[in-house]
Structures are given as C-alpha cells and as structure tokens.
C-alpha cells in the first residue's frame, strides 16, 4: 500500500505532536511552520549570555499536576526525572501592597505543611471583609466540586461570580483579572472558561528544568528519526484541493501535493490560504467567529532578586502590565547563569502600539511601576532585556462560544482544522494542545 502523504500547517505544540503520532503511524509527514523556529507560543530564546545556549520561554509557563497529556509526554520522551514541582509564592497586588494568595497549613493542623488552594487561601485576604471572603472560599469550593461546566452553558463568568461571592470580592479580586486577560471584552467571558481554571488547576505548579524547548527538540527529533520533515520559515501562503489531493503553496511560491492536510493555524489563516476554494456560507460563519488578544512578555535579567514572589497579579488600576513573574523564584538562578529572570505580562488588543515598540522604549514607560513595586528597582542595573509579542494569543471566550468553532472536518476533502481556539472550555495550554493533537492525529 503507497504510503500516506500528510501535511500538517503549524509547528507549534498541536502540529508537532499530530506529526509525531502521524509519522509513527507510517505517514510521509511534512510540518510547515512560518516562524523561524518551532514550538509556536510554546517557543523559547537562548537567554545566555556566553557559552552554551540556555533556553527560556518567550512567554512564562507552568503546568499544573493536572496536565496529565503533558506529563504523559514528558515521560514518553525520557525526560520525567527533569521535571520540577513546587509551590512557588503566588500574590497580589491591591492598594500598593503584595499580599501572599497561597498558605500553608499551621504546624499542629493535620494537614501541616500541606498548600492549600488558591480560593481558601484567600481567607486570609486582608482588604477583603471577612464574610466576602468566606462567600468567595465556598464560590471556589463550588467550582471545585462542580464535575461538569454543562450546567453552566450560557452564562457569563462575570454575571455568575458576582452574584455567587458578591460585588466586593468579585470587584477585588475577579474582576482585575477578568479586565487584565480580555480587556473591555471581560463582560462576555463564559462562566465555563472561569470553572474551568478553579477546577481544573492545582496550587502544585511544574516546569521542565532547561525549558520545554527540550521536550519539543525530543518530539522533533523523534518525528524527523520516524520520516518525518520540518520546514521553518515556510508560511503556507494557498491551499487548493484538486483530484491529485490537497496542494500547498509557501510564501516563496514552492507547492507541493498532499493526501490530506491538518491546518493548526488561527481559523483566520485558513479561511485566507483556502479562499475560492470554501463556500461562502462556511467563510461567513467562521471569518471573524473568535476574536483574539495578543500577548506581551517584557523579559528582564538581573544580577539579584526583583521580589520575593513567583508570580504576582497586578490588580490595582493603572499600571500599564498585568502580572510579575520571577522565573527564577521557581527555578535557580544557578540554571541561567546566575541571572535572575522577571517576566512583565501583558495581554492587549492586537493593534495595541505597545506592540510595536522596542524594548528600551518599554522598559523606559514601564520603570515607575516596577519602583512602585519594588522602590530598589533601578532600570540602569538591568542586565539584559527582551520583548516578544504574539496577536493570536488568547481567544475571547464568549458565553456562546462553542457554536462560534468550525468542526475539525472541513467542507474540503482531505483538509481538517484543529487550533488552539478548539480547547473549550480550558484556558488554553500545552496539555490541551498535546491532547488535541493526538486526537487529531486518530481522526486522520
Ligand atoms: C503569555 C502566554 C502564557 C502562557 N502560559 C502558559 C503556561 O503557563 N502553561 C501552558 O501550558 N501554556 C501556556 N500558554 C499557552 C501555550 O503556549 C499554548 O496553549 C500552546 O503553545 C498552543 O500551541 P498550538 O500549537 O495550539 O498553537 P500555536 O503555538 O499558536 O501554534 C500555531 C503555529 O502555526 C504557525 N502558523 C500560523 N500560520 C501559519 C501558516 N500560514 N503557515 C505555516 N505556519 C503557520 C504559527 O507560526 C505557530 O507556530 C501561554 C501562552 C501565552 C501566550
């Protein structure tokens, strides 16, 4: 029997993963992947400054105990004695002041030593009044033990919460950080999305020591030992069917004919490479259908610590980022060198001009706030500093949005859709993108 030619449009976590399992399979599998690199919003940067590369996130991840396709891979790849679990200090800001939003049981308790969960922990949330603050803790432990979202269908996270733990904790502590990932779009985020991260997310927090960029190296270096090929900076610029099969033109004009075609590019994208060739009415319903943010992440290397948190959530008004992520108050600074690495996050409109300034320009716009955080801040002892920037990088969850995403078989013979905007109801993520990618790699 010939063997089976498969194209897969994306080399990020999704696409690599579905070109393993297709490549194993006995596919000739070719991954096309606009970026220079792959690993898409996954990708990493040598963030070192002599001698061997030391790769970093562009953007910070985590995962948590209960990304179980990702630990799975992890240990598939050989790589499981190189994970890292933690709890490293999660806080808030609110009203100037960092407050500590994860606990440890006091010694004497029977769960001594043990962390508890985010939505307890905020007991002990001082500029919250004691009685929002337990109406808030059962809110989360409602979450908590609510086993399915479906009861929840319709509804907005906005509308729900505040109703469940009242408009103060909702005002104080929710809404920031609804207002801080979706911007003005906070309003319509399904209520699904918001149980979803209470249920599903533990305090327990993992990273692979050196980077997820090993585990992607070890799934591409697999893929191409099976047969597989990966072309970077190859931009799939048409899509046509024809009765040879699915043909795919790159931006440099090269075309080649497939058997059939995984697309893990935006719905956007698609709906542009494949134009004249989808009826109109599936272009209408779909062009536009999920709208997304962009993300930002400001990289900052130091010789000392920036705080003493891991991650902090902005959440008074006014400042121009969202959250702080000390890297290495999870990681050692030994592992990159001595340095100390701060993420400043940020979620924006796509068109944003924050986008498209440099990384002195936002250093320079963002000192005065990381001196109000830390007052010994001083942007002149700042080692190194980089910015990267994504558009498709958080789809707006809406309160209809599973009527809102195409079906992974698409009118097209041959040509199938899966993108991160299809993990519903999750934040999206790594595992997320891990397990889609294997069920698509089943359904081909
Ligand atoms: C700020 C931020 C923080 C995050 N934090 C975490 C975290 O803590 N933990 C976690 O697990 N996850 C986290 N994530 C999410 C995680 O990075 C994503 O869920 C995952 O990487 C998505 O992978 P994907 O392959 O589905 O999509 P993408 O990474 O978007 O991959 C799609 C790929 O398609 C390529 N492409 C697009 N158009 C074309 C074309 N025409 N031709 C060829 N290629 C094309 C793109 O270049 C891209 O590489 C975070 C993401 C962001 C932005």
Redesign the pocket.
Same mark, same amino acid.
């Given at each position: 029997m010939a063997l089976l030619k498969t194209a897969i449009?994306?080399?990020?976590?999704?696409? %690599?993963v579905a070109g393993l399992r297709r490549a194993e399979a006995g596919d000739l599998v070719t991954i096309?992947?606009?970026?220079e690199q =792959?690993?898409? %919003?996954?990708?990493s940067f040598n963030v070192g400054t002599v001698g061997e590369p030391v790769m970093l996130e562009k953007?910070?991840?985590? =995962?948590f105990r209960t990304?179980r396709d =990702?630990i799975r891979l992890v240990a598939e790849m050989g790589l499981d004695s190189e994970m890292v679990w933690g709890t490293p200090p999660t806080c808030t800001l609110w009203d100037g002041k960092i407050y500590r939003m994860d606990g440890v049981f006091a010694a004497g308790s029977p769960f001594a030593g043990t962390h508890f969960d985010t939505a307890l922990a905020l007991l002990n949330f001082a500029p919250l009044p004691f009685l929002d603050r337990v109406r808030f803790a059962a809110m989360g432990a409602k979450l908590k033990f609510t086993d399915s979202h479906e009861g929840f269908a319709g509804q907005t996270a906005a509308q729900w919460a505040r109703r469940e733990a009242g408009d103060t904790a909702f005002e104080r502590v929710l809404l920031p950080l609804l207002r801080g990932k979706f911007g003005d779009r906070y309003s319509e985020i399904a209520q699904s999305w918001l149980w979803s991260r209470f249920h599903e997310r533990t305090q327990q927090l993992g990273y692979l020591r050196g980077g997820f960029d090993r585990l992607y190296a070890e799934v591409a270096r697999r893929f191409t030992e099976a047969g597989g090929v990966i072309r970077t900076s190859?931009? /799939?610029?048409d899509l046509r069917t024809g009765a040879g099969g699915v043909t795919l033109t790159?931006q440099d004009g090269a075309a080649e004919t497939f058997d059939r075609v995984l697309v893990?590019?935006?719905t956007n994208?698609f709906l542009t490479?494949a134009a004249g060739e989808l009826p109109d009415d599936y272009v209408v319903k779909y062009r536009g259908a999920v709208d997304y943010l962009a993300?930002h992440?400001l990289v900052l290397s130091f010789a000392e610590s920036f705080g003493s948190f891991y991650w902090l959530n902005v959440n008074d008004a006014g400042y121009p980022f969202l959250a702080l992520v000390e890297h290495t108050n999870f990681l050692p600074a030994s592992d990159y060198g001595g340095q100390h690495l701060l993420y400043v996050?940020n979620?924006l409109p796509q068109n944003h001009p924050l986008l498209s300034k440099s990384a002195t320009d936002i250093l320079s716009q963002f000192a005065p706030f990381l001196t109000k955080i830390n007052p010994r801040f001083d942007a002149e002892r700042v080692r190194g500093v980089h910015s990267f920037a994504?558009t498709?990088?958080?789809p707006v969850v809406t309160a209809d949005y599973a009527e809102r995403l195409p079906p992974h078989e698409t009118p097209l013979p041959g040509v199938f859709l899966a993108?991160?905007a299809h /993990?519903y109801p999750q934040d999206?993520?790594?595992?997320?993108?891990i397990r %889609?990618?294997e069920r698509m790699a089943n359904l081909l």
């Open positions: 449009v994306g080399g990020g976590v999704l696409g %690599l096309f992947e606009a970026g =792959i690993g898409g %919003l996954a990708g953007f910070y991840h985590h =995962i990304d =990702i190859a931009s /799939v610029a790159t893990t590019a935006p994208a490479m993300a992440c996050g979620y994504a498709h990088a958080q993108n991160m /993990v999206r993520g790594q595992n997320y993108s %889609l990618g």
